[in-house]
C-alpha cells in the first residue's frame, strides 16, 4: 500500500512516523507527502521518515493507494475540491482523512464521488507542526472511521490498516454520530474556554483577577490557547451540534442563575442546592471518592 | 506571637508548616491546632509542626493571639458565629479566616464586634486533608487581606506576619473588590466545569461521547471534580459576584450562537466570525505566539 499524505504538521508527520516506526510497515510500500506551504515534507525526508516529498497535490497522489487529507477542516473542504479536479485514475485511491468535524466533509466528498472514508484520530497535542510529531500519538486512542456512499470494501480495509498501523483503535460510526459526540467532549469545551475569556477579560477589574488568578484559570482557559485557524474550522464545520449544546449549556447555567438567587439571606440553603449540582456533576464524572 | 489555627486540612496544615519551616519562626511563640472531627492535630503534634492539639475552639483560642480559620467558607461563618459566644478576653485575639469569598464572612465577624482581617491565599491543590499539606504551598502566590471595621493596627500586623511567614505576598483588597475577581477567574470557572459535565453527562448519547474523549475534556471538567462541600459554600457565599459573571458569560455565549447561525451554508464565513472571537480570547490571555 502506498499512502500519500497532504499535509505533514503534528498529525500527519505522526502518522507518517508511526508507520514507519510500526509492526505493520512490510504492508506498506512507500510513503509520500506534501503541503501547500510547510516545511515538514523535507524534514520528513531528511530524517528518512518518508520516501517521496511530492511538489504538488497531483505529484502527490499519482499512483497512491490511500490519500489522507491531514489538514484543518476548511483545508479538508478545499483539498477535496481540488482532488475531484484532477483526472479520475483507472484504479481510484482511498481517500480518508483526519479533521476534527466530519459530516461535511463527507458530505462534499459524496458530491465529489470520491472514494472516501472521513476519520478522525481523538489525539492531539497543544503543539503543533512536524517537529513536534511522535511515533506513539495515536498509541491506544480511539480513531472514529464514517464511510461515505462510495467507500468499497477496499477502502474499509485501506483505513483499517492505517489505524492499526498507527496503534490506535478504530471505531466506525456514522459521520453525524461523530459529530455530536465531539461538538459534546471538545468543540463545547473550546467554545466555553472562549467564552470565559471574552467574559472576564474584557471586564473593567481584569487586571486585578489576572493578577489572582491560580490553575482553576489556567485549567479552565488552557483550550482557548490553541491556534486560531484550526479552532475556528472545528467550529464552522460542527456549527449546527455545537450551536445545540451551547443551547444545552445555557439551561444549566439558568438552573445555577436560579439556584444562587432563590434565597439570598440564606447561603447555608443556597450551597444545599449548588451542592445537589456540583454532587450530581461529579457522581457523572465517575469521579466519587 | 502564639498562633491557634482552627481546621487542620490542606490550608491549616500548609500554615503550620511553612510557619514551622520558614525564617519567620523565632517572631511565633507556639503553634496550637484544632479541628471539630479531622485527625490532624494528632498527626501534626506527632510531627512536630504544632505544639498543642487542643479540644475544644476555647481551648483553641485561649491565650492565643491570632486565631487562624482554616474551613471552608460556610464552616468560617459558623466558627465566627461560636467565637462570638466566647466570654471576650481582656485582650481580644486577632481573628483572620482562608476562606475563597470576604464579603459575607467581613461582614459577620463586623455584626460580632471581632478584630478581623479576612484572609485568602490564593493557593491550592487538588488534594484535600492534613497528609497533603505542604511548607511551600503558598510560596509567591498573592494572599489577600480584608481588613474588618474593627481591625486594628496590631491585626494588620500580625496577619502580615503570617503572610510574611508562609513566603506569601500580601495585597490589601477590599472585600466586595476580592470577591468580584475571584468570582471571574476562580468560581466562574468551578460553575462552568459542573455546567458541562450536567449538560453533557445527562444527553443519551454520553456513553458514546465519553468513549471519545481526550485531553481537552479532561481540563476542561477537572474543577468539577473537586470537593462538593467546597465547592458548594464557595459558590453560595458568593452568589451575587458569581451570578453577576454568569450572565456576562451568557451573553457571550449568545454571540457565538447568532456567529454559528448567520451563514448556516457558508462555513469559511462562519469561521471567519469564530477567528474573530477566538483570536481576541487569546490576545487577551496574552499568549500569542
Redesign the interface.
Known amino acids: 500500500m502506498r499512502l500519500a499524505i497532504a499535509g505533514l504538521g503534528l498529525i500527519g508527520g505522526s502518522i507518517a512516523r508511526a508507520i514507519r516506526a510500526g509492526r505493520t510497515a512490510p504492508a506498506i510500500e512507500s510513503i509520500a507527502a506534501w503541503t501547500p506551504g510547510g516545511a515538514g515534507p523535507a524534514a520528513a525526508l531528511a530524517d528518512g521518515v518518508i520516501d517521496r516529498a511530492a511538489g504538488s497535490l497531483a505529484g502527490l497522489v499519482e499512483d497512491a493507494d490511500l490519500v489522507i487529507l491531514a489538514a484543518d ?2 483545508t479538508c ?1 478545499e483539498l477535496l475540491d481540488e482532488l475531484a479536479r484532477l483526472p479520475v485514475p483507472d484504479e481510484p485511491p482511498t481517500v480518508t482523512d483526519v479533521a476534527s468535524a466530519k459530516r ?1 466533509i463527507v458530505e462534499r466528498a459524496e458530491r465529489h464521488g470520491l472514494n472516501f472514508v472521513g476519520g478522525h484520530p ?3 497535542l497543544e503543539v503543533a507542526g512536524y517537529p513536534h510529531a511522535r511515533a506513539d500519538l495515536f498509541a491506544g ?2 480513531w ?1 472511521l464514517c464511510p461515505a456512499l462510495l467507500a468499497r470494501p477496499i477502502d474499509l480495509e485501506r483505513c483499517e490498516l492505517l489505524v492499526e498501523g498507527c496503534g490506535a483503535t478504530r ?1 466506525w ?1 456514522d459521520a453525524t ?1 461523530h459529530d ?3 461538538a ?3 468543540h ?16 473593567d ?2 487586571p ?10 489556567s ?7 490553541g491556534d ?2 484550526m ?3 472545528i ?3 460542527n ?2 451540534e ?2 445545540r ?9 439558568d ?3 436560579a439556584d ?2 432563590a434565597t ?1 439571606d440564606d ?2 440553603a ?3 442546592r ?2 445537589t ?6 457522581l ?2 465517575g ?1 466519587l471518592d
Chains 1, 2 share one sequence.
Do not use: F, N, Q, Y
Request: overall charge positive; hydrophobic content about 65%.
Open positions: 477542516p476548511l473542504l461535511l481523538m489525539a492531539g486512542r480511539p472514529v471505531r460510526l454520530e455530536r459526540a465531539v459534546a467532549i471538545s463545547l469545551p473550546l467554545a466555553l474556554s472562549a467564552a470565559l475569556v471574552e467574559a472576564i477579560a474584557a471586564a477589574d481584569w486585578l483577577a489576572e493578577a489572582l488568578a491560580a490553575g482553576g484559570w485549567s479552565a482557559t488552557r483550550l482557548a490557547r486560531v485557524a479552532g475556528a474550522g467550529a464552522a464545520t456549527a449546527v455545537l450551536a449544546r451551547i443551547r444545552a449549556l445555557g439551561s444549566e447555567l438552573g445555577w442563575l444562587l438567587e439570598p447561603p447555608v443556597t450551597a444545599a449548588i451542592a449540582r456540583l454532587g450530581a456533576a461529579r457523572k464524572l469521579a
